[in-house]
């Protein structure tokens, strides 16, 4: 099993709600990633978990909230967003870091705010 | 200069084309390289790990040049459904392996 599962697929949102992005894998990684991506650009890092413990945090604003409740699951908790943080917002995971291996992603979740 | 340099292309090769990739990277002591798919509107998926020897999947070679910070992706009898856009990944170094992602460089293959 080499799946992530994220969801929703597809959400929007006004800029005054509170949403939660899900992620999920089993298949026992301890490294766990948020990435941003916007259209026809690579995909730019936004947190890295690693062992449920925040690692890195890439000067991302605090309406983004992520928080790792176990080693399975990864959520990115958003407040109060801005029309230009509309993209679509991937999820992976990787055995761990300082490892050599690569990471999977989820099929994202493609973010409209309005 | 950006940590992970690719040519977006669209690279526009007939069916049946051969075509490569290459990807240059900026820190000497990077660990690891991959090679990703990714189609319109999907998630990345991993092509191939990128290994010191070289690897071969099918259709698909992928090398590494330590002494020049490249990786190169080459694809033989192009198929239609080898339109897409591959992604060049290059994990850190210090224990950290982060994935750095390129650009990509944008493939379609015409009939």
């Known amino acids: 099993d080499t799946e992530v599962t994220q969801t929703p697929k597809h959400l929007v949102m006004g800029m005054t709600n509170k949403k939660s992005l899900k992620c999920e894998q089993h298949?026992?990684?301890?490294?766990m990633y948020w990435y941003k991506q916007k259209a026809k650009k690579p995909p730019e890092l936004m947190f890295v978990y690693s062992y449920e413990k925040l690692s890195i945090n890439e000067s991302v604003p605090s309406r983004f909230s992520p928080e790792c409740p176990n080693s399975s699951l990864l959520n990115l908790h958003l407040h109060a967003l801005q029309p230009e943080d509309s993209a679509l917002y991937l999820c992976?995971?990787?055995?761990?870091?300082?490892?050599?291996?690569?990471?999977?992603f989820g099929q994202g979740t493609r973010l409209t705010v309005v | 200069r950006k940590e992970v340099e690719q040519d977006p292309g669209p690279f526009n090769v007939p069916e049946g084309a051969t075509v490569a990739f290459n990807c240059t990277y900026s820190n000497s002591a990077s660990q690891s390289f991959f090679w990703y798919r990714q189609d319109c509107r999907k998630e990345p998926k991993l092509l191939m790990s990128?290994?010191?020897s070289g690897n071969e999947d099918g259709r698909f070679t992928a090398q590494l040049n330590r002494a020049s910070q490249y990786i190169s992706l080459l694809i033989r009898d192009s198929k239609l459904s080898d339109s897409a856009t591959y992604l060049c990944?290059?994990?850190?170094?210090?224990?950290?392996?982060?994935?750095?992602f390129g650009r990509g460089t944008s493939l379609i293959v015409h009939p």
């Open positions: 992976a995971s990787s055995l761990s870091r300082g490892q050599r291996t690569e990471a999977f």
């Open positions: 298949m026992g990684h301890r490294a």
């Open positions: 990944v290059v994990g850190g170094t210090g224990g950290s392996y982060i994935p750095t």
């Open positions: 990128v290994y010191s």
